[in-house]
């Protein structure tokens, strides 16, 4: 079975360009998430969806970022504009149930020179 | 409240010895708790998991202990290998609200040398 699949696996560009990054989730899956991590302050989840609804977006940092899932199998994390703090590894997971585990992606390494 | 406290930050064993991690958390209402294994360039991947109604749960030479009075819980490693050296994350879940959100504890980096 195919897994989570994220591109691009890395992303190196200038502040203040729009940085878009994608999500594939693993078929039949019904819940998203998205984490960042950083060496400071680890895994932190930003958003998650539920059937393609966003729930809780309380960990985007700011309104530079957003996210969004046009269909049930995909899903896009954006920043505009980009600045360097934002340099991480941005992780997507998907879940098939509740009482499921999260399947993580390999993640995109983001650089924001 | 929400915190999930790990310990070592790093870890290094010798090949064939016992690595052990341990996590502590606050909130009562936790009641699944994972732990995820992740190689370099890789995300992190369910090893094992437990539930508060049991004390100890094995998966070939993964353990997980849970101490439910002490609100704490660690993952053992026996007979260690240096295929084993990545970064291990506690986390823990409540069932309350709509989804289960995971919070992870801040990272183990453990080496097992050859």
């Known amino acids: 079975d195919a897994g989570v699949i994220q591109s691009p696996r890395h992303e190196v560009t200038e502040m203040g360009q729009e940085v878009t990054l994608r999500c594939k989730l693993i078929?039949?899956?019904?819940?998203l998430f998205w984490y960042r991590q950083t060496m400071m302050r680890g895994l932190e989840l930003l958003i998650y969806f539920n059937n393609n609804v966003p729930i809780d977006d309380s960990g985007m940092p700011e309104d530079r970022f957003s996210a969004k899932m046009p269909n049930a199998s995909f899903s896009t994390l954006k920043i505009q504009p980009s600045e360097p703090r934002d340099s991480a590894v941005y992780f997507c997971?998907?879940?098939?149930?509740?009482?499921?585990?999260?399947?993580f992606g390999d993640g995109t390494r983001l650089s924001i020179l | 409240q929400q915190q999930v406290k790990q310990s070592p930050q790093s870890l290094i064993v010798q090949k064939g010895g016992i690595s052990i991690i341990n996590c502590a958390y606050e909130n009562t209402a936790f009641d699944y708790f994972p732990w995820y294994q992740q190689f370099p360039g890789k995300g992190p991947a369910l090893l094992i998991a437990?539930?508060?109604?049991?004390s100890e749960k094995k998966e070939g030479r993964f353990t997980i202990s849970f101490n439910k009075s002490a609100k704490q819980f660690s993952l053992h490693i026996m007979d260690s290998q240096p295929g084993d050296s990545a970064t291990y994350f506690c986390a823990a879940s409540s069932h309350s609200g709509s989804a289960r959100q995971l919070t992870f504890g801040s990272g183990t980096q453990l080496t097992v040398l050859p």
């Open positions: 078929s039949g899956h019904n819940s």
């Open positions: 997971a998907s879940r098939g149930g509740r009482n499921q585990p999260q399947h």
């Open positions: 437990i539930r508060p109604d049991v």
